[in-house]
C-alpha cells in the first residue's frame, strides 16, 4: 500500500518557467512532510518540509504549499533553473515525528531546459 | 565536518555471499535508518534504529540483518536469502522526536551482485 504518491515520474519545463511537483499522501496521521532532491549515484539532500499546522512554506524559489483536505501537496520552483533538473521525493512522517520514520513517494524526474 | 559516511561506493558480491555495508554518522544523532533506491519505486525503508541496541523491521526487512552497537554506527548485512539485492542502498540519520524530523543521507552503496 503506497502511503505517499507521486503519480508524475516525470516533468519538462522551460528554464525560467515555474514548476510544480506534486504529491497524494493516504494517511491522515502524517503530519510533517518534506521535499528532497537527488541526483543520479547522491544520496538525496534536504529542501523544504512543513509541518501540517501550516499551508504554505517558502524558501527562496522553493514554496512548498499543503492541503490537508484533499491530502495533496505540491512543491513550487520558480523561476527554475537548468541546476533544478534532478528527481524530487516527496516524504512524510508519522506518528507526529516521534518515530522520525520517513515515508517517501517514488520520485518525480525534472528536466529544467535551457 | 559533521555528515554521514557510507562505505564503500560501489560493491560486487557473488551469489550466495553475505555482504556488510558501513554507515557512520557524526551528527549526535540518535535515529539511523536504511533505504533501499529499485529504479521508478522511490525510497524503500529496510530497517531503522531509534536508539542503541535497539531496531525496527521496515517495509522490505527480508533478507537483510542490522546491528546498533554503537551511536555512530549502523552497518546493513545483505545476507544470500535476499533474492535480488542488486539495488542502491542509502543510509541516513535524524534527530529522534521532537517534531523535526528531517533526515541526513550518506552517497550511497551500489550493491551489484554477479
Known amino acids: 500500500d503506497q502511503q505517499v504518491k507521486q503519480n508524475s515520474p516525470s516533468l519538462s519545463v522551460q528554464e525560467g518557467r515555474i514548476s510544480i511537483l506534486n504529491c497524494d499522501y493516504t494517511?491522515?496521521?502524517?503530519?510533517?512532510f518534506l521535499w528532497y532532491k537527488k541526483y543520479p549515484a547522491e544520496g538525496p539532500t534536504f529542501l523544504i518540509s512543513?509541518?501540517?499546522?501550516?499551508d504554505k512554506n517558502e524558501d527562496g524559489r522553493f514554496t512548498v504549499f499543503l492541503n490537508k483536505s484533499a491530502k495533496h501537496l505540491s512543491l513550487h520552483i520558480v523561476p527554475s533553473q537548468p541546476g533544478d533538473s534532478a528527481v524530487y521525493f516527496c516524504?512524510?512522517?508519522?506518528?507526529?515525528?516521534?518515530?522520525?520514520?520517513?515515508?517517501f513517494g517514488q520520485g518525480t524526474t525534472l528536466q529544467v531546459k535551457p | 565536518d559533521g555528515g554521514i559516511t557510507q562505505s564503500p561506493k560501489y560493491l560486487f558480491r557473488k551469489e550466495g555471499q553475505n555482504v556488510t555495508l558501513s554507515c557512520e554518522q557524526n551528527?549526535?544523532?540518535?535515529?539511523m535508518y536504511w533505504y533501499r533506491q529499485d529504479p521508478g519505486q522511490g525510497l524503500r525503508l529496510i530497517y531503522y534504529?531509534?536508539?542503541?541496541?535497539?531496531?525496527q523491521k521496515g517495509d522490505i526487512a527480508e533478507g537483510y540483518s542490522v546491528s546498533r552497537e554503537k551511536k555512530e554506527s549502523f552497518p546493513l548485512t545483505v545476507t544470500s536469502a535476499q533474492k535480488n539485492p542488486t539495488a542502491f542502498y542509502l543510509c541516513?540519520?535524524?534527530?529522534?522526536?521532537?517534531?523535526?524530523?528531517?533526515?541526513?543521507f550518506g552517497q550511497g552503496t551500489r550493491l551489484t551482485v554477479v
Open positions: 541516513a540519520s535524524s534527530m529522534a522526536g521532537g517534531g523535526r524530523t528531517e533526515a541526513f
Open positions: 494517511n491522515s496521521m502524517f503530519d510533517y
Open positions: 512543513i509541518s501540517s499546522i501550516k
Open positions: 516524504a512524510a512522517s508519522d506518528k507526529g515525528g516521534n518515530t522520525g520514520k520517513l515515508i
Open positions: 551528527l549526535n544523532h540518535d535515529a
Open positions: 534504529s531509534q536508539i542503541v541496541n535497539d531496531f
